[in-house]
């Protein structure tokens, strides 16, 4: 294991599709969305556990969440955990890991994931995790992965990789020709026609020197900002004033602040079984079916006649479906969802009712 290895894990997110058992109050990936026992978040951390030590994972959240960061994830240093007074997206997020985790280790090697992800084969994950912080480490490579499509989504983002030759030290990786916006039906179906075209992961790894010259190339202001907060981190003063400066940040994403824009930008085609568990959907996807194509988690759900539903009531009550086709069925907190499949790009206008 390397010891400049990090592992960063953005967990701000509040999942208003995955409502009722995703709130405001508690986000999905604090909670044990698969039914496995384990959190989202505790999954993440679990999958890199032979990646890096412990005391290089950071997870950058909204400040009313840290306390659930801590209580899931005890063995994280209490300075790991990165207290946002605000949203201002991935850019500005990432920024501020980036640059403390140069004060600790000006030669580290950085991992940036989402804390909701699904991944079916870990040992292949890892391997793909190894080679690519290899890949970064000696370079200025920023490197994201690309996931080989299994359908026309579009609900994702797309990268089109240059697939003529890989790159010399590692033939596995390839450049990246463009990224392109989350299509229509149509455009997914010519891009997925193609063999170069790959799902957006959200997943990145670079050297933090790399990002941290990308930032101040292409996002000025926030690197001016975190290069003035040099000497705050690791403080008694950090937090106080993270709240004041942090939301002078630019609100972006990465991709368009520095992946879109940068010159050295590649891409690693991985198929390790993924998801982003965006959804109920993608979530019905990923669990086990009876013969009737219902996925159920929950000890006292019984269904009679029903197919192709997903039924999340951990809780102890029975709960009883009859002659029920494609909907999902969840219950928290006596709040109750029961919803068409097809009709749960809605359920987000109730998440704050």
């Known amino acids: ?52 030590p412990t005391e290089n994972i950071w997870v950058v959240t909204s400040g009313r969440y840290a306390d659930m960061v801590k209580q ?21 997020c990432i920024a501020y890991a980036a640059w403390k985790i140069k004060k600790k280790d000006p030669n580290a090697n950085m991992v940036v994931t989402p804390s909701d992800h699904y991944v079916v084969d870990v040992k292949e994950f890892r391997r793909v995790i190894n080679s690519s912080l290899r890949f970064v480490e000696n370079s200025d490579a ?71 010259n990308a930032f101040r190339v292409y996002q000025a202001p926030i690197a001016t900002l975190f290069e003035s907060l ?37 891409v690693f085609p991985v198929n390790f079984g993924w998801s982003d568990l965006g959804t109920w959907g993608s979530l019905y996807d990923r669990l086990s079916h009876d013969i009737n194509g219902n996925a159920v988690i929950g000890d006292k759900v019984e269904l009679c006649e029903s197919h192709n539903c997903i039924v999340h009531a951990k809780h102890n009550k029975r709960v009883v479906i009859i002659g029920v086709d494609n909907c999902i069925v969840s219950e928290q907190d006596g709040q109750l969802l029961i919803c068409k499949l097809s009709e749960e790009g809605r359920i987000k206008d109730f998440s704050d009712k």
């Open 72 to 92: 899931q994830l005890p063995f994280i240093p209490s300075e790991n955990i990165l207290k946002e007074p605000c949203r201002r997206n991935t850019a500005p």
């Open 230 to 266: 040099l000497s705050v981190f690791f403080t008694a003063d950090e937090q106080a004033v993270i709240d004041e400066r942090f939301p002078e940040c630019r609100n972006i994403s990465v991709d368009y602040a520095i992946l879109e824009r940068a010159e050295e930008v590649f």
């Open 142 to 212: 920023i490197l994201t992965l690309g996931i080989k499509p299994t359908r026309p989504e579009t609900g994702y983002g797309y990268i089109e990789a240059e697939l003529g030759s890989s790159t010399l030290s590692n033939k596995e990786v390839f450049r990246v020709d463009s990224f392109k916006e989350k299509p229509d039906l149509d455009t997914a179906k010519a891009y997925i026609s193609k063999n170069n075209f790959y799902w957006n992961s959200g997943i990145f790894i670079w050297n933090v020197q790399t990002i941290i």
């Open 1 to 52: 294991m390397n010891k400049s290895n990090h592992l960063v894990i953005m967990a701000g997110g509040i999942g208003s599709r995955f409502w009722p058992i995703s709130t405001a109050d508690c986000p999905k990936q604090f909670i044990d969305v698969l039914g496995c026992g384990k959190s989202l978040l505790q999954l993440t951390v679990e999958r890199f556990s032979d990646i890096c």
